[in-house]
């Protein structure tokens, strides 16, 4: 008896990124599981490494027939008994068997791609609350939040490595280059913190955008642009403050891996900081789309250390009481049981 996860996207971003870390943990707890995947190297050496059989598949456009056939296969093979679908085109490809089917939602998805599907499961409740508005039955939706942790082995950066001063104040930004992740805002807010650097970690779109708006603003001195990392937590442990002024934001699990590495976060109020963050607090919430705001917020955290560790310390005790590894994977093994796949 065993889980298939099936992951149909081939990029990078904070969803694939979890998807990795709860696959992960859901072995180190002797979850049974096996994974159908679109290839991706990197994804591939972690399950490797984590001991999990996966099959890569091509889950291709409308047109694309042979995926859902061969994971049918492959589940049939791995003894499924329930199948959990990240995102919709996962859930597209996701084949009909003698096992359950359940859709993992981290955002407001088009409920079309879900038809027929026994259970969603939503990782804030503001997400359930929405898909229940969307007229499916409460009775099959539960929400189980994602999980942050910090490696005690793993060292902060070192910033000379990235060319940047021991004793500066150090902004942290994690999060596709994309509109919705609000880099810009950052780099308004870091012209009017001349002593304060950035470091901007992710990729996507809008990258040559924001590098001409560093310039523009002459602050391109002070931004390191790092592209995709795998060492987030190297990152987190090397910042003073992480800086999330996202404008649309479901979740919002930077603000969950801050806290977990005792940082200091400065967020705006979209979605799923503004649920999540106690503004004053465990962090300070700002309006979106406002540079002055988050550079207010940034000065006064600066200025009150004590103030910002005491957040910091609260954002730990969240993470210890609500989104430890322990107790989201204790939800999940839960749900499982409930299909007879634990």
Same mark, same amino acid.
């Given at each position: ?11 990078? =971003? /904070?969803a ?18 096996a ?15 984590? /001991? ?6 091509? +889950?291709? /456009? ?15 093979l ?16 996701? $084949?009909?068997?003698?096992?359950a089917? !359940? ?11 879900y038809?027929? +599907?026994?259970?969603?499961v939503?990782?804030?409740?503001? !997400?359930? @609350?929405?898909?229940? =508005?969307?007229?499916? $039955?409460?009775?099959?939706v539960?929400?189980i $939040?994602?999980?942050? *942790?910090? $490696? ?31 880099h810009?805002v ?6 009017a913190l001349? @002593?304060?650097?950035l470091?901007?970690?992710?990729? /996507?779109? @809008?990258? *040559?955008r924001?590098?001409?708006?560093a310039?523009?603003? =002459?602050?391109?001195d ?9 060492d987030?937590s190297a ?19 930077v ?6 590495h005792?940082?200091p ?8 900081p503004?649920?999540? !963050? ?9 309006? !979106?789309?406002d ?5 207010e ?6 200025? @009150?250390p ?16 609500e ?20």
């Amino acid at each position: 008896m065993s889980v298939l996860h099936l992951l149909g996207t081939a990029g990078d =971003g /904070g969803a694939e990124t979890y998807f990795v870390d709860l696959v992960t943990a859901l072995a180190r707890a002797g979850v049974r599981q096996a994974v159908a995947l679109r290839r991706h190297a990197g994804r591939e050496a972690a399950l490797k490494a984590a /001991g999990v059989p996966f099959k890569t598949l091509s +889950f291709g /456009g409308p047109l694309d027939v042979l995926t859902k056939t061969a994971a049918a296969g492959y589940a049939s093979l791995q003894k499924t008994r329930l199948e959990l679908a990240w995102m919709n085109r996962a859930a597209r490809h996701a $084949p009909r068997g003698p096992w359950a089917r !359940i859709g993992r939602l981290g955002g407001y998805y088009n409920l079309k791609y879900y038809k027929g +599907f026994d259970e969603l499961v939503a990782n804030t409740e503001d !997400i359930a @609350e929405w898909i229940v =508005g969307q007229g499916w $039955p409460a009775g099959r939706v539960r929400c189980i $939040p994602n999980f942050a *942790a910090a $490696p005690a082995d793993v060292a902060a950066v070192d910033r000379a490595s990235l060319d940047t001063p021991p004793g500066v104040p150090l902004l942290l930004a994690m999060g596709r280059l994309h509109e919705a992740k609000a880099h810009d805002v950052s780099l308004q807010a870091l012209a009017a913190l001349p @002593e304060a650097y950035l470091w901007i970690a992710g990729v /996507g779109p @809008e990258e *040559a955008r924001l590098k001409a708006l560093a310039e523009a603003l =002459g602050v391109q001195d002070r931004v390191r642009f790092l592209g995709w990392r795998n060492d987030p937590s190297a990152l987190y442990r090397a910042a003073d403050l992480c800086v999330f002024p996202s404008r649309y934001e479901p979740l919002g699990n930077v603000v969950i891996q801050a806290w977990a590495h005792g940082l200091p976060v400065i967020a705006a109020a979209s979605q799923g900081p503004k649920a999540l !963050i106690d503004d004053g607090r465990d962090g300070l919430l700002i309006p !979106i789309d406002d540079p002055a705001a988050l550079a207010e917020a940034v000065r006064a955290l600066m200025a @009150e250390p004590k103030r910002a560790r005491a957040m910091a310390e609260r954002g730990l005790g969240r993470v210890a009481a609500e989104f430890s590894e322990t107790a989201v994977v204790g939800q999940w093994k839960t749900l499982f049981a409930d299909y007879g796949a634990a």
